[in-house]
């Protein structure tokens, strides 16, 4: 009940900022071309990102792709937000950013996995984000952006169900599968082709499809014909995660994250004391929030990720019985498949 009076009491809070025009959270490195203000919620832009983000969008309405732009920023070594090279995606997602013409929207996304929430439960504030472009540019960019989707839209005409799953032998990049003329099916390392953060760094030479798939196959069907190789895997695997909750890291861990997160009730139901009595001003203890939250998130996928790891050591030592089972049942089929 206290926490559901607390998140009620924080949503009251948030609401109060969004009337008065203001964003609630702030959080990260925020947008390109732009520096968060805390004291104000606003943003301010800053001179030498904007005229980039301006060149990103000019460039996309006259027919320029986006990997083409990300490829023209990298080769001039203009950084992204965070000192990272420009990919494809990053500039997509900055043109498509309704900001940067002066519109921002709260409650996008929502929950741990930012999931995409309905556009009539966002709130709209005009005055938070100043225009770096106008919104006629803007709407030109969705167009040829569309245009460009619509273009280079279609499904593979092949299947190569080892995509993903093998890499080059040469630079351990993924092979992908392409169609040369005639219609013959190859593998080819993703690494000898340049992208838009990086220059080619493979020469390995293309492998036929047919005869990858077939090798991968024949192994496949000799493993299952003798589970004692996997078994000998699983052992090896078994021993290594043992030895591990043996000394007690996986444990303390489990523990010591339990604690931890027990004590975010603690700390939201102080902080939400000092925003009732209105000591501070609000903004400061909504930051906090903000942050608290953001902490815990992390901390909670971090015990999901341990208890996982815990749960499947556990279940290692009862594999192997089921293991001779699974290829004892499999194997006199493996001809046929």
Excluded at 131 to 160: C, T, W
Excluded at 320 to 326: D, F, G, V
């Amino acid at each position: 009940m206290d926490a559901e009076r607390r998140r009620d009491a924080t949503g009251r809070g948030k609401m109060a900022m969004l009337k008065s025009g203001k964003l609630p959270q702030g959080v990260g490195i925020g947008i390109y071309g732009y520096h968060w203000v805390k004291e104000s919620k606003k943003r301010i832009p800053i001179e030498s990102e904007a005229k980039v983000v301006k060149r990103m969008f000019e460039m996309m309405a006259n027919g320029v792709s986006c990997f083409k732009i990300a490829v023209t920023l990298n080769k001039e070594n203009i950084p992204t937000k965070s000192g990272k090279k420009w990919e494809p995606r990053t500039v997509s997602r900055i043109l498509r950013n309704t900001a940067f013409y002066g519109v921002t929207y709260f409650g996008q996304t929502a929950g741990s996995d930012r999931r995409k929430t309905a556009k009539e439960t966002w709130h709209m504030l005009p005055d938070v984000t100043p225009a770096i472009i106008n919104q006629d540019l803007f709407e030109r960019v969705q167009i040829a952006m569309e245009k460009s989707r619509e273009i280079h839209y279609g499904k593979p005409l092949h299947e190569y169900p080892l995509a993903g799953f093998v890499v080059c032998g040469h630079c351990g990049s993924p092979l992908v599968g392409h169609c040369l003329r005639g219609g013959y099916r190859y593998y080819h390392c993703r690494g000898t082709y340049p992208t838009a953060s990086r220059s080619k760094i493979c020469n390995a030479r293309y492998i036929k499809a047919d005869w990858l798939e077939s090798v991968v196959w024949d192994k496949v069907k000799s493993v299952l014909a003798n589970p004692e190789l996997l078994l000998n895997e699983v052992r090896k695997q078994t021993e290594a995660e043992q030895q591990e909750v043996s000394t007690g890291t996986l444990e303390q861990e489990i523990k010591a994250l339990n604690r931890k997160i027990k004590g975010y009730d603690g700390q939201e139901r102080r902080l939400m004391s000092v925003l009732r009595l209105d000591v501070v001003k609000s903004d400061i203890v909504l930051d906090e929030l903000n942050q608290m939250k953001t902490e815990q998130e992390a901390d909670k996928k971090r015990l999901s990720s341990l208890t996982q790891t815990k749960n499947y050591i556990e279940k290692m030592i009862d594999l192997e019985a089921h293991l001779k089972q699974l290829c004892a049942d499999i194997a006199p089929d493996l001809a046929g498949c």
